[in-house]
């Protein structure tokens, strides 16, 4: 199984609501990853989880809240988010993160709206 | 710390060839190439380490030169499920213990 599966598909939020992004892999995998993709541009690195723990945070806003409940999923928790936010936000899970080398397995990502 | 790609757009005929080229102002200690195609999550298809190696499957390789700093992606007799956008993604330094920066993608359209 090679497969990273994110819900939901789509996401449809106001600027007050609070929800949350699923991702799950069952590869073994002890690195994940949160990604922001805008419309004809590359995915931006949120966050990075390695063995179960926070081990980057590329600045994001504190709106996002990102938590990894077991080696298996990632979860990000939304909260009070602006239109600007409105994108695709893509996890990814790869054997291990840092001096090792491997490649990222993304999932089909969560399509946010925010009104 | 962006990788520049290029060219941005690509244009080819089924059985043409293509390369993408990725260049860094930092020194790199790694390539990764994805291909994104619309709607979908990006696919991995290679990477690359310092070492100046060169990578390839089927009909798709790759080169990295360290000392330049850049890594081309060679598509060679391509076919219309080639089309998408590639990405590079590199790690800087010596170790790489950074995380993959993407480049801003080269838009590939394969026509009959």
């Known amino acids: 199984d090679t497969e990273v599966t994110q819900t939901p598909k789509h996401l449809v939020m106001g600027m007050t609501n609070k929800k949350s992004l699923k991702c799950e892999q069952h590869?073994?995998?002890?690195?994940m990853y949160w990604y922001k993709q805008k419309a004809k541009k590359p995915p931006e690195l949120m966050f990075v989880?390695?063995?179960?723990?926070?081990?980057i945070n590329e600045s994001v806003p504190s709106r996002f809240s990102p938590e990894c409940p077991n080696s298996s999923l990632l979860n990000l928790h939304l909260h009070a988010l602006q239109p600007e936010d409105s994108a695709l936000y893509l996890c990814?899970?790869?054997?291990?993160?840092?001096?090792?080398?491997?490649?990222?397995?993304f999932g089909p990502g969560t399509r946010l709206t925010v009104t | 710390q962006q990788p520049v790609q290029s060219p941005q757009a690509v244009i080819l005929r089924e059985g043409e060839d293509a390369v993408i080229n990725c260049s860094s102002s930092?020194?790199?200690?790694?390539v990764h190439w994805y291909r994104q195609k619309h709607g979908e999550a990006p696919v991995f298809l290679m990477i690359?380490?310092?070492?100046?190696e060169q990578k390839g499957h089927e009909k798709i390789s790759a080169s990295f030169n360290e000392k330049k700093q850049q890594s081309s992606l060679y598509l060679t007799a391509s076919q219309l499920s080639y089309s998408g956008t590639y990405f590079c993604?590199?790690?800087?330094?010596?170790?790489?213990?950074?995380?993959?920066?993407f480049g801003k993608g080269t838009r590939l359209s394969v026509i009959a």
């Open positions: 930092k020194a790199l200690y790694s």
């Open positions: 990814a899970s790869s054997l291990s993160q840092g001096t090792e080398h491997y490649e990222q397995y």
């Open positions: 590869m073994g995998h002890r690195a």
């Open positions: 993604g590199t790690e800087i330094g010596d170790s790489g213990n950074t995380p993959l920066v």
């Open positions: 690359l380490l310092k070492g100046g």
């Open positions: 989880y390695s063995y179960e723990k926070l081990s």
